[in-house]
């Protein structure tokens, strides 16, 4: 598998697991009141299935990768989820960036990339 596309495969996976926690958060906050009727409110809500597709769309890029590269290479990628998390926070729920998760991404890209370092 060549470089393209594994970090093709990086960028779904994580991009997917992070609009689908976003649409699980989107159903929960779509439904208001908490009645007898709330659990098929969840069941019937749109933005369930979204959230449940895309997680299952994320997983199947991860199994992709992991038949092509070591465990403790794929999962720490998995880590970019945050990342994507951080930013549809910020434009879709409008919610704050400050320092702390500044720092936070930094550190995991630095993680990352060491961890991808062919040292010889």
């Given at each position: 598998?060549?470089?393209?596309?594994?970090?093709?495969?990086?960028?779904?996976?994580?991009?997917?697991?992070?609009?689908g926690?976003f649409f699980?958060k989107?159903?929960?906050t779509s439904?208001?009141?908490?009645?007898k009727?709330?659990?098929i409110?969840?069941?019937?809500?749109?933005?369930?299935?979204?959230?449940?597709?895309?997680?299952l769309?994320?997983?199947i890029?991860n199994?992709l990768?992991?038949r092509?590269l070591?465990y403790?290479i794929?999962?720490?990628?998995?880590?970019?989820t945050?990342i994507?998390?951080m930013v549809?926070s910020?434009f879709?729920?409008n919610e704050?960036?400050n320092?702390?998760k500044?720092i936070?991404?930094?550190?995991?890209?630095?993680?990352i990339?060491?961890?991808?370092i062919?040292?010889s």
């Open positions: 598998m060549n470089i393209f596309l594994i970090i093709l495969l990086v960028l779904a996976m994580t991009v997917c697991g992070s609009f926690s699980f989107k159903t929960i439904l208001i009141k908490i009645d009727k709330y659990i409110k969840t069941i019937l809500c749109p933005w369930l299935y979204a959230g449940g597709f895309l997680y769309l994320g997983g890029c199994i990768l992991l092509q070591d403790s794929v999962y720490p990628m998995s880590s970019l945050y994507w998390t549809l910020f879709l729920l704050q960036i320092i702390k500044i936070a991404v930094v550190l995991i890209v630095t993680g990339f060491i961890l991808n062919n040292i």
